[in-house]
């Protein structure tokens, strides 16, 4: 089952925030993230909130739960405006899970339309929604296309059939290039494929097959992951059994090298460590507003939020989402405020996995001095650096959470 959720302070019932949270509201990056925890079947390797109808028998529905998030997002609306300021219009909209395509065009539309009469969009506001290929077809991404949705990202993980069945992944392999193809002929300029390397029994050959794929596609955003076995996962019972070996770290690090360079060559460059696009205008803005500290309403089962300075977590389970909301009540599960310090940490975290990188005087003074001696190892740019900023090298991406624990210890 998925993670457990953090533990905090009691959240208030009327979801409000203190008014120092309010402050600012509006001149920091401003989105909304909605979870969908619906999934036909549960992948071996996901750890995220997500459950399967079996899982959820009578409990939950798609109808419920689009009737949680239009009282979530109508409570979202009055809790940011209590300060007396507008509600910040949606820069970005994200609809992650889960699979948001089993919902169907019309149910995301009216997603859409939910966070539209309710926050409101910004002029040019990029709208993402995941995607499974099994999912999908031409006249779905038209639907969406035609609802509002600008960007479309689709979990494809591999090309090679013997990876995907490793990771109880259900659709062909071609089936993700094919559905990307799919979206752009229904007028998305922005499609990304979403990549994880390391599976066992995966080869190098396996990889470079799977980018040739994505490059084939033409997509012009590719998101790759080093696969990671989270504990309460089917795939870590059968590492502990000793069915599958885990993955080891020389290996995802020479992946991470191939991946890289295969993209880079093709014109794909780097602006996040785990994520490369054709250009600026090709970058998930939603998820750059995560990294640069802005602010976002997250809905739906399980969602996390932040603004200014205050994080806060839904109920995990469909039904009592639901039944929360249909009771006047916010379904926040609890919250934590953040000291300056916990956010200038947060920020050094975020922040220096970015191509762009972090500002020398985000580090207090022990950090500065960890970034010279970074720089020694060669783990950060010199002459970035010398102009006062901390940018990974190559070396440093590999070694990115290791260099952070340096600068912040």
């Not at 889960?98 to 309710?118: I, K, M, N, Q, Y």
Request: with cysteine.
């Amino acid at each position: 089952m998925p993670a457990q959720l953090p533990t905090g302070e009691p959240a208030p019932a009327d979801g409000t925030l203190p008014p120092e949270a309010l402050t600012g509201l509006g001149s920091r990056p401003f989105g909304v993230y909605v979870h969908v925890p619906f999934c036909a079947t549960r992948c071996g390797y996901c750890d995220f909130n997500t459950y399967t109808a079996d899982e959820l028998g009578p409990s939950a529905s798609f109808d419920s739960w689009l009737d949680g998030l239009r009282a979530e997002l109508e409570l979202g609306a009055r809790v940011l405006s209590a300060g007396g300021a507008p509600v910040p219009a949606a820069e970005t909209v994200f609809v992650g899970g889960g699979t948001p395509s089993l919902l169907g065009a019309d149910r995301l539309g009216e997603v859409l339309a939910v966070v539209r009469g309710t926050f409101g969009l910004a002029d040019a506001a990029e709208v993402t929604t995941e995607s499974n290929p099994e999912s999908t077809s031409p006249e779905f991404f038209a639907a969406i296309r035609d609802a509002g949705y600008t960007r479309v990202s689709l979990g494809m993980q591999s090309a090679a059939e013997h990876v995907l069945r490793v990771l109880e992944r259900r659709h062909t392999p071609g089936r993700a290039v094919a559905a990307a193809r799919e979206a752009r002929a229904a007028g998305f300029e922005h499609v990304n494929l979403d990549l994880i390397y390391g599976t066992p029994g995966e080869t190098d050959d396996d990889l470079r097959r799977s980018l040739d794929a994505v490059l084939g596609a033409g997509v012009d955003h590719v998101s790759a992951y080093a696969l990671i076995v989270e504990d309460g996962t089917a795939m870590a019972r059968k590492v502990r059994r000793g069915e599958l070996p885990m993955p080891d770290d020389d290996v995802l690090a020479d992946r991470y090298e191939i991946v890289d360079r295969t993209l880079a060559d093709a014109g794909l460059g780097w602006y996040e460590v785990s994520n490369w696009a054709r250009d600026d205008a090709a970058a998930c803005r939603h998820n750059l507003g995560y990294w640069r500290g802005g602010d976002w309403w997250g809905a739906g089962p399980g969602a996390h939020s932040h603004v200014g300075g205050v994080r806060w977590w839904n109920v995990k389970h469909p039904a009592r989402y639901a039944a929360l909301l249909a009771s006047g009540t916010s379904p926040a599960a609890g919250r934590e405020r953040l000291s300056s310090e916990d956010q200038r940490i947060e920020r050094v975290m975020l922040e220096l996995r970015l191509a762009e990188g972090l500002p020398v005087d985000a580090l207090d003074d022990s950090g500065a001095l960890a970034a010279e001696e970074a720089v020694a190892d060669g783990l950060l740019d010199r002459a970035a650096l010398a102009a006062g900023r901390c940018v990974l090298t190559d070396r440093g991406r590999l070694l990115a959470d290791g260099v952070v624990q340096r600068l912040i210890a």
